[in-house]
């Protein structure tokens, strides 16, 4: 007998940008986050992507104030009902921080990114092994090459069909 293998899937800033707003890849997107039973992201991608779409709003006005509220206020609902009372690693425990600081000396990442790929690789969902293995969905190159290297699976949106 088969079955259908469950995983999470972890949204990074740039997916969680291009869900909640109108972007290249948006209308791909949208209906495999909407089909996905387990999703989540990090505190800094919430946070990051907040800053994405303040960005949309204040500085290149793609966004007016209601469309950045309703954005804004639909990205706080999903990341509190989905992902704010997942145990994360710890980012400020010094041998979480030197494992992230060595991912960014052995590739073009910043710190975020390198946390992102730690939290995957670490953190919760992390024992989920073969088809069940966490996927990593981002609409950044870099991202998706690294996490790649690291052993992770990735579906990066601006190259690929959907897993």
């Known amino acids: ?83 704010g009372n997942i145990k994360d690693l710890d980012f400020t425990d010094p041998l979480v921080f030197k494992s992230a600081r060595d991912l960014v000396k052995r590739t073009e990442l910043d710190l975020s990114d390198a946390f992102q790929i730690l939290s995957v690789k670490y953190g919760y969902f992390s024992s989920l092994v073969r088809e069940s293995q966490t996927i990593l969905v981002t609409a950044d190159k870099p991202l998706a090459k690294a996490a790649r290297e690291e052993g992770l699976r990735v579906w990066s949106i601006m190259e690929e069909a959907a897993p």
């Open 1 to 83: 007998m088969t079955g259908i293998a469950c995983r999470a899937n972890f949204f990074d800033a740039s997916a969680l940008a291009r869900y909640y707003c109108d972007e290249p890849c948006s209308e791909v997107l949208r209906p495999y986050f909407n089909s996905c039973a387990t999703k989540y992201t990090t505190p800094f991608c919430f946070y990051e992507a907040m800053n994405v779409l303040k960005g949309k709003w204040k500085y290149r006005n793609e966004l007016n104030r209601e469309q950045y509220l309703l954005a804004a206020s639909h990205l706080t609902a999903w990341y509190g009902a989905s992902s």
